[in-house]
């Protein structure tokens, strides 16, 4: 058996050979290991440990998600979400052609891969030998966070969103989505993506600045949150107000209330975005890793 240190561990200086591994399904009895696992990157991982924190098992969902899990001599050393989108945690590269094999034999399909650059960019390499192509990849995104004060002065017309306000919110979102991936999210209808809205704002994730004229002038979402650290996700600025320097003050106001919930607030950002990158680092912001994203 290969060694059993782990691959995110500085010790390990061996490529891992993927025959000696094996690939399933995670199951309940699962979820403590993968926790643990996760834990090791409680910033990169936090979509995973939020989905643990929420539904309390490793095992698939009702929806028919599962979490895939590569073990070594019966110890969990690496694993990836298998869903909408395919999320993998704590992978090594070098296992994932085979987690892209059993992705594949799942028969679903996937809108992205997204997640800490090297090991997102090897699984699409086996999901291409599988014949799976992308439309759009996005191999640079800064994974940043802030755990102290913001450096710019906070926006106090930020505030949680309102369900009264759902119908002015719904299409700021699919606006900001539309700009981002390209394509609609009512494709095949609204239904899935409106209920992830209101559940947002349900959550008092949703955070908005609606004008006089309840028109959305800023938005964004805590699309992941644990108690050690939030994600946020969404960030919109309406266009009308874009260029005016709005932007990082209601930026600090996100952090703030973030950190209402957790310590840490992390995002992501598209590497050639260098407006938003810079502004990110005016608040306070600083590059801890790098993702990548895959569009399908």
Request: glycine share 10%.
């Amino acid at each position: 058996m290969l060694s059993r240190v782990a691959p995110w561990l500085a010790s390990r200086r061996d490529v891992p050979d993927p025959a000696g591994f094996s690939v399933r399904t995670l199951d309940g009895q699962d979820t403590e290991a993968l926790t643990l696992l996760a834990q090791q990157d409680r910033v990169a991982n936090v979509f995973i440990l939020a989905h643990l924190r929420a539904a309390g098992t490793a095992a698939p969902t009702s929806g028919g998600a599962g979490i895939i899990g590569v073990f070594d001599d019966g110890i969990l050393v690496g694993a990836c979400w298998a869903g909408a989108n395919l999320v993998p945690v704590q992978l090594d590269p070098a296992l994932a052609g085979a987690v892209a094999a059993a992705a594949n034999r799942s028969g679903r399909r996937y809108a992205s891969a997204f997640g800490p650059a090297q090991a997102v960019l090897a699984l699409y390499a086996g999901l291409m030998d599988l014949g799976h192509r992308a439309h759009e990849v996005r191999e640079d995104q800064p994974l940043m966070v802030i755990d102290g004060a913001p450096g710019v002065e906070p926006d106090p017309r930020l505030g949680l969103g309102r369900l009264s306000d759902f119908d002015r919110i719904l299409p700021a979102c699919a606006a900001m989505f539309e700009e981002e991936v390209g394509y609609s999210p009512f494709l095949g209808g609204r239904e899935f993506y409106s209920r992830r809205v209101e559940g947002l704002i349900r959550q008092g994730h949703s955070l908005v600045h609606l004008n006089e004229s309840h028109e959305v002038v800023f938005k964004a979402e805590l699309g992941a949150v644990t108690e050690d650290v939030t994600q946020v996700q969404g960030v919109w600025m309406n266009p009308l107000y874009r260029g005016q320097g709005l932007s990082a003050g209601y930026m600090a106001a996100v952090v703030k209330e973030a950190q209402k919930v957790a310590p840490v607030t992390s995002l992501y950002v598209n590497g050639f975005n260098l407006r938003a990158r810079s502004m990110y680092e005016r608040v306070g912001f600083r590059q801890v890793g790098t993702f990548a994203t895959v569009l399908f």
